[in-house]
């Protein structure tokens, strides 16, 4: 009755927060290129500046969370910093970028880090912990999100057309819904799992960055993963490109992400069976071959219908993805630090990729065209995946020697 009642409460907080989430970026880069006139060069240099923010506190979140275990404290400040959605995209952000758009670009880089960018993996990580607490499939919990994020795709390409803040708004409301379910939930917290998150200290997270497994995990996160977080940023505005008015588009666009996101909803229910059964590093490659295959025909195909389907395939790419990065991590890493690994090892990586690349990607959109640059683009992903096949670790963490090298070197310091 506990788990079933843990599972639900926290499902919840994933759909709601989900939907704020999406009302806020589903339309983004439009928003940013239609209502604020921006170019494609400067979109990039936005979404480089918000994963800058996001890098900073990125490590922030994850320790912090590792240092409180289970504590619901990291729940309720990202709560709180979203009730200011509304506001600060309506008064603040836009109004600044048009203003001054250096000095926009950091606010809002500020703001969408803390609240968004780096709070998303904070509560993704938080409630894995939980999941493994209680013994639910953490795939099939953020399933929920995903129906939450579909929902508001639904809804905000129509209500951008109408008016672009209503979506900034409706997050501002859903905040306040989840600051109350975040009370109603009722985690136990044993003296064993405190002493547990009290025994994790700075010295082990530098233990962690000294391991080449940890490294090569990384690489491909940089490599793949964010070359395929950069493909997505402004494939709303190519895809609405494709049709007579960008109105026509972004209504389309709008439909067409609301069944991707719901059918990766029910790819978040089948993923953690297909990651069990084909093994977590398996998982990894799978994801990256069909990133890399998705791109290269984004790059060929310029009729929208056939690139819609292209698109759904990404339904079970990111939830496979997700739920495989979670296992991998977990089988062969000290879970102690699994909120550093996956804030780190996964967002923090490929963030540190997104700051780099996506003022490039912007320019070669401006100056060779999305089809061109989304061919690279793919072959550069299968490049790293090719890499990764070899790198990456085909382990369990029963027999992991890397979770016993940090355990010992955490000894060998304690003894010193």
């Given amino acids: 009755m506990k788990k079933r009642t843990i599972y639900w409460s926290l499902s919840l907080y994933f759909l709601f927060f989900f939907f704020a989430y999406a009302s806020c970026f589903s339309f983004f880069a439009i928003w940013l290129g239609q209502k604020i006139n921006l170019t494609g060069s400067q979109i990039g240099v936005i979404f480089s500046v918000n994963a800058i923010f996001a890098m900073i506190f990125q490590p922030i979140y994850g320790y912090i969370s590792d240092r409180i275990g289970l504590k619901k404290y990291v729940l309720y400040f ?3 910093l979203i009730i200011l959605a509304g506001p600060f995209y309506v008064f603040v952000y836009g109004p600044l970028l048009k203003w001054n758009f250096i000095i926009g670009a950091l606010v809002g880089g500020f703001y969408l880090g803390l609240a968004f960018l780096a709070g998303c993996a904070s509560v ?6 939980v999941g493994r607490k209680y013994n639910f499939e953490f795939g099939r919990a953020r399933m929920w999100g995903s129906v939450g994020a579909a929902s508001a795709t639904f809804l905000s390409g129509k209500l951008f057309n109408i008016n672009p803040n209503i979506n900034f708004w409706m997050a501002t409301i859903l905040a306040f819904v989840l600051i109350i379910l975040t009370m109603f939930i009722k985690i136990d917290i044993s003296d064993v799992e405190v002493k547990r998150a009290n025994s994790m200290t700075f010295h082990d997270v530098k233990l ?3 391991l080449k497994d940890f490294w090569f995990f990384m690489i491909y996160m940089i490599g793949a993963v ?4 950069i493909y997505d940023q402004q494939f709303h505005v190519y895809y609405a490109s494709l049709f007579p008015t960008k109105a026509v588009g972004n209504q389309v666009f709008g439909y067409l992400n609301s069944l991707q996101v719901f059918l ?9 069976v297909v990651v069990n059964k084909i093994g977590s590093k398996r998982g990894l490659i799978l994801v990256g071959a069909l990133m890399a295959c998705r791109m290269m025909a984004a790059g060929i195909i310029s009729n929208p219908y056939p690139l819609a389907g292209i698109r759904l395939v990404q339904a079970f790419e990111y939830a496979t993805l997700l739920v495989a990065i979670f296992k991998y991590l977990a089988d062969n890493f000290d879970t102690r630090l699994s909120s550093i690994l996956y ?3 996964f967002q923090f990586s490929t963030q540190i990729g997104t700051t780099i690349l996506s003022p490039i ?6 100056g060779i065209g999305f089809k061109h640059t989304y061919l ?3 072959t550069l992903v299968l490049i790293f995946t090719i890499f990764a096949a070899f790198t990456l670790l085909n382990k369990k963490r029963d027999e992991c020697p890397i979770c016993d090298d940090i355990i010992k070197g955490k000894e060998i310091s304690d003894a010193n």
């Fill in 78 to 80: 990202i709560s709180a």
């Fill in 124 to 129: 993704e990580s938080y409630i894995e912990k």
């Fill in 208 to 210: 962690l960055f000294k």
């Fill in 226 to 229: 964010c070359l395929y977080m």
């Fill in 264 to 272: 990766e909803a029910g790819m978040m229910f089948l993923a953690p």
């Fill in 343 to 345: 804030l780190v090892g």
């Fill in 361 to 366: 990607v912007g320019r070669m959109y401006d």
């Fill in 376 to 378: 690279f683009m793919g």
